[in-house]
């Protein structure tokens, strides 16, 4: 049996459905995940910074749902690829998409798409299956940047260069995000009048 699509919080939020309206939510999205960005820690045992992006890319998915959220993050990155001071610490340029962090970078559509088709199916209403979907697209990234890293760090280095230092902070990240839904959720629903 097909999964039945539910209405995102975006679409609850702002409910006159059109281009004008996707548009400026898909761009919102982009600047969230740049200014998320700015928020940057350089680590000194890897190349690839300790930043706010992933709690960006993965509220645009669990926010615009998986169309909205994937395009966002493909806008995202042609900004950053055209020159926009978008990337970690305001890093810009296309040869960031080709460096130790691209792999993180370009599983950033993928991994909003997942996180809003889950969203889209109702698991952004409760905490646990708003963390499930949250988690789930994280665990995207960290495939992606592990499989894009492996290229720049050797085998026996690459999970404590890619990934241990980075799951506490993805961890946090992703249960605070999923503790604001339910309030997020309730919100819209007394903003429109809508119980959807």
């Known amino acids: 049996m097909p999964a ?4 995102t919080l ?5 409910p006159r459905a059109g281009l004008l309206r996707d548009t400026l939510l898909i761009l919102a999205a982009s600047v969230v995940t740049a200014l998320a960005a700015r928020v940057a820690i350089p680590l000194p045992w890897s190349p690839v910074p300790l930043t706010g992006q992933t709690f960006g890319v993965l509220l645009s998915g669990a926010v615009l749902g998986a169309r909205r959220g994937f395009i966002a993050q493909l806008v995202y990155l042609a900004e950053g690829a ?3 001071p978008v990337f970690a610490g305001g890093a810009a340029g296309a040869t960031i ?7 993180y970078l370009l599983a950033f559509p993928l991994a909003a798409a997942l996180t809003g088709a889950l969203a889209e199916r109702g698991w952004d209403r409760r905490y646990l299956s708003t ?3 949250l988690l789930g697209g994280s665990a995207l ?3 992606g940047g592990l499989a894009g890293l ?3 760090v050797p085998a026996d280095r690459l999970l404590v260069t890619g990934l241990l230092p980075f799951v506490p902070g993805d961890l946090l990240k992703c249960a605070l995000a999923a503790a604001a839904f339910p309030a997020a959720w309730r919100g819209a629903h007394r903003h429109s009048g809508n119980d959807a």
């Open 4 to 7: 039945v699509r539910t209405l």
């Open 10 to 14: 975006a679409d609850v939020a702002w």
């Open 141 to 143: 990234v960290f495939a």
């Open 97 to 103: 998409l080709a460096g130790p962090t691209a792999g």
């Open 150 to 152: 492996a290229r720049f």
């Open 82 to 84: 055209l020159g926009l």
């Open 131 to 133: 963390l499930g979907a």
